[in-house]
């Protein structure tokens, strides 16, 4: 099962996600950087992928969902958050804000997480091991179905 996981700065952008349904990334001002991204969604992110949000405010993941479209390689957001993101998808999320996990809890509860971080020495932490930002998003991380029965007992409502 492929698992995408996706940072954002504040609270307040994860409640746009959600009420709109939808989530995209931010636009880079580095071309290759941005191609980079562009690739990566149009080979790995499909309909019926499961994702979750990571809030760097709280460091703590929350709000699981499931993918419910292709990221749009052309359209740049600019009417949900307050900067232009790139790279928008649908989303049906399965839970709110209401939940979360610091990323420590989330490291001891989930398998997979555990792991992960276990065979890299905790280098780069939570968002290295599950590919959270910079040159790996939009790169799934590999999920049993308990990583997310799991991740689903403790954010999904």
């Known amino acids: ?3 995408f996981s996706f940072a954002s700065r504040s609270v307040r952008n994860i409640e746009l996600g959600i009420e709109h349904q939808t989530w995209a990334v931010g636009t880079l001002l580095n071309q290759q950087s941005m191609q980079a991204r562009v690739t990566k969604a149009e080979r790995y992110l ?5 994702g979750v949000l990571y809030c760097n405010e709280w460091h703590a ?3 699981p969902f499931i993918v419910k479209s292709r990221a749009d390689p052309y359209k740049v957001v600019t009417d949900i958050w307050p900067e232009p993101w790139r790279l928008p998808f ?3 999320t399965l839970g709110t ?3 979360r996990i ?3 809890d989330a490291a001891k509860r989930w398998p997979t997480l555990k792991k992960r971080l276990e065979a890299n ?3 780069g932490g939570v968002s290295a091991a599950f590919n959270i930002t ?3 998003v939009f790169v799934p991380v590999e999920i049993t179905p308990e990583d997310w029965g799991a991740i689903c007992s403790d954010l999904a409502h």
């Open 1 to 3: 099962m492929d698992l």
């Open 134 to 136: 910079g040159t790996t």
């Open 46 to 50: 499909r309909p019926e992928a499961f």
């Open 90 to 92: 649908k989303i049906k």
């Open 61 to 63: 993941f929350t709000t």
């Open 121 to 123: 020495n905790r280098r």
């Open 97 to 99: 804000l209401s939940r």
């Open 102 to 104: 610091h990323m420590d």
